[in-house]
């Protein structure tokens, strides 16, 4: 009897309904790559056009090919997606036009050296146990193989500020130690402060084209969630208004991966409570989980002040194209701050001890290279992946429902 209960209910998991289509979850996972990307026409035409030299044979000639690019945008707007789709096309395009063209994606999130990403290209494309070898070992390796095939290799590199500098610089002058004839070419993804505070200087010399993702608008956001819900849902499993409030939540962060995980986590909880339909009760617990490090439990294990520190920051950075705010900025607005909930405002260096317990917490993140100013170098403050305007509707409810009670 308990052994045909245990079987129904792996019967019932697997093959009961279900508001997905078949294989629909999959099309909500980061790593899946859309057949249309609405609204990125420019920017895939952009990257393209870097790559033309490689189908022109007569320009390919003896110099061989080589390209650097770099892709910056806001958390959110499709860059990695865009690059992926873009990069995978134009390898179809080269197998084509017969010529030899690798291509790979590394997010330097996971693969953090330079010698871990040759090393790894190495294995899963050349079959090449290349451990134990050093970084020269490796580059030489990768060389002589392209070379004797008469190969080219375009490589993603995702988060690449995440890299040690002289990884990024190793990268970026790989094409040179090819000799006469280059093959290499790199396409770079960073988000904005990364880009402006620790690369551009470093290697902007050496990239041949910046392409800016913008955020996308309102409408732009709707018919991109619905064109992905279509993809993942059955006709009937949500609704317009439903679509609607996705897209505002997303639009509200202007980060595009909001919407996706919300559609991602309500699927899965509908299929849980065995609904046909996803609720408006759904959408609003998974709009919640989407930002796990916002959970209510962490706003009330900080003091007050301390959330007023989260909010200076969280106001500054809601202002349209700021991404990061310095100290002394942030102070000022907590002093007023302060003043607006008519608490007395501790001094700077209290106020300091407030953004490394913010920054401990993982509620702040700090780019601490710091950018050269009159006043020398100053931290450059930033919150990552909680979106400001979550951050701020959240401390203020969470203010007056404290003030209210004392
Ligand atoms: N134009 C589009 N059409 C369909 N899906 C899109 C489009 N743009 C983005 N997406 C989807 O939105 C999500 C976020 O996009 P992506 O991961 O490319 O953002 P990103 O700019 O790389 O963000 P981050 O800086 O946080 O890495 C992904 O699931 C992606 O598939
Ligand atoms: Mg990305």
Excluded at 21 to 42: A, N
Aim: glycine share 6%; aromatic share 8%; with cysteine.
């Amino acid at each position: 009897m308990n052994d045909r209960k245990s079987v129904d209910i792996i019967q019932d998991a697997l093959f009961s309904t279900s508001v997905f289509k078949e294989g629909g979850e999959r099309t909500l996972h980061q790593s899946y790559i859309p057949e249309i990307l609405k609204f990125r026409e420019d920017n895939i035409r952009r990257i393209t056009q870097n790559f033309r030299p490689l189908f022109l044979t007569r320009n390919r000639g003896v110099e061989g090919f080589s390209t650097n690019i770099a892709l910056t945008g806001p958390a959110g707007v499709g860059k990695t997606v865009t690059a992926r789709y873009t990069i995978e096309h134009l390898h179809t395009m080269a197998e084509r036009h017969h010529i030899k063209l690798y291509t790979d994606y590394k997010n330097c999130w996971t693969t953090r050296t330079k010698t871990s990403i040759l090393r790894s290209f190495l294995r899963d494309r050349f079959g090449v146990a290349s451990r134990g070898f050093s970084d020269e070992e490796s580059t030489d390796i990768l060389i002589r193989r392209l070379n004797s095939e008469q190969a080219y290799l375009g490589l993603i590199l995702d988060e690449v500020s995440v890299l040690p500098q002289k990884d990024i610089r190793g990268f970026i002058h790989l094409p040179e130690e090819f000799g006469a004839e280059h093959r290499i070419s790199l396409i770079m993804i960073s988000r904005p402060t990364e880009w402006k505070v620790t690369l551009s200087s470093m290697v902007s010399q050496r990239i041949a084209d910046v392409i800016q993702f913008q955020p996308y608008k309102l409408e732009e956001t709707r018919k991109i969630l619905d064109y992905r819900a279509q993809l993942a849902f059955k006709a009937t499993a949500l609704s317009e208004d439903l679509l609607e409030m996705v897209a505002e939540i997303s639009d509200q962060t202007k980060n595009l991966r909001h919407g996706i995980e919300i559609f991602y986590r309500a699927g899965r909880a509908a299929d849980q409570l065995k609904l046909n339909e996803i609720t408006p009760e759904i959408i609003r617990r998974a709009k919640n989980d989407v930002f796990p490090e916002m959970r209510a439990d962490i706003l009330e294990e900080l003091k007050t002040h301390e959330l007023f520190t989260a909010l200076s920051i969280a106001r500054r950075l809601h202002h349209k194209g700021i991404t990061a705010t310095t100290i002394e900025h942030s102070f000022k607005n907590y002093r007023i701050i302060c003043e607006e909930w008519g608490v007395q405002p501790n001094g700077e260096a209290a106020f300091r001890n407030y953004l490394s317990t913010l920054e401990n917490i993982g509620i702040l993140g700090k780019v601490t290279k710091g950018v050269k100013g009159r006043k020398g170098v100053r931290a450059r403050l930033t919150i990552h992946d909680v979106p400001a305007a979550v951050l701020i509707e959240r401390i203020e409810v969470f203010l007056s429902k404290r003030f209210q009670k004392t």
